[in-house]
């Protein structure tokens, strides 16, 4: 009975590079969030996911940060040159259904990236 | 702008004893409210949640009270126990927009000492 799944749970990249954080939903679950908590800060929502369609992408950075969730496979949030200020931990979750009651939202146990 | 405030950053509270936990809001839109349990390096865990339309809602220790005139809600425990000793995050909805979008706000950092 697995949760939401996230890996990997650390990430180490220099500046520049590609982070690419993966997100496999609880089983049965198609709704898919990204979040991320900067240090020192509560997490804000970066973008809402359903199977090969983003439906909410309000929280996402307009440049570097792209997500998606394929019709098979995990979900992934991929951040293009990242920089120091992308250091943050990234949060994952999933629910059932988008007509959620709060106590559906799944949360993973995070991934801590770390821009060197 | 901050839509949902916890404006003490930590608490500290006797084995026992209350714990009471604030968060201020400013979005009349907000309909749904929870609460969250974080450890270090994990992810937050939900707790409890209220619906606009009541004022109180309690489950077992943890009990929420929202006060919409004031936009302000509050978590409850008691007794506290030290394995409470957790960050304490309040989040919040509209739920009219249906797209599990939360707005959280900074984080209580609670202590139960024995």
């Known amino acids: 009975n697995a949760g939401v799944m996230q890996n990997p749970r650390h990430l180490v990249r220099r500046r520049g590079q590609e982070a690419r954080l993966r997100c496999s939903p609880m089983k049965g679950h198609s709704h898919v969030y990204w979040y991320r908590q900067l240090p020192e800060e509560g997490l804000k929502f970066m973008v809402y996911?359903?199977?090969?369609?983003?439906?909410?992408e309000s929280g996402m950075p307009k440049e570097r940060f792209s997500a998606e969730f394929p019709k098979e496979g995990p979900s992934i949030l991929r951040i293009q040159q990242v920089v120091r200020g992308d250091s943050a931990a990234y949060f994952c979750a999933s629910s059932p259904t988008s007509d959620y009651s709060g106590n559906t939202i799944y949360f993973g146990e995070g991934s801590w990236l770390t821009v060197v | 702008d901050q839509q949902v405030k916890q404006n003490s950053p930590s608490l500290s509270v006797q084995e026992g004893r209350i714990s009471i936990l604030n968060c201020d809001y400013t979005n009349s839109m907000f309909d749904y409210f929870l609460w969250y349990k974080k450890y270090p390096a994990e992810g937050p865990t939900f707790l409890i949640s209220i619906s606009s339309i009541k004022d109180k809602n309690e489950d077992g220790r943890f009990t929420v009270f929202l006060n919409k005139s004031a936009k302000h809600l509050s978590l409850h425990i008691v007794p506290s126990q030290p394995g409470d000793s957790a960050v304490y995050f309040c989040?919040?909805?509209?739920?009219?927009?249906?797209?599990?979008?939360?707005?959280f706000g900074q984080g209580t950092t609670l202590q139960v000492k024995p």
């Open positions: 989040a919040a909805s509209a739920g009219s927009s249906n797209t599990g979008k939360l707005i």
């Open positions: 996911l359903q199977k090969e369609n983003i439906i909410d």
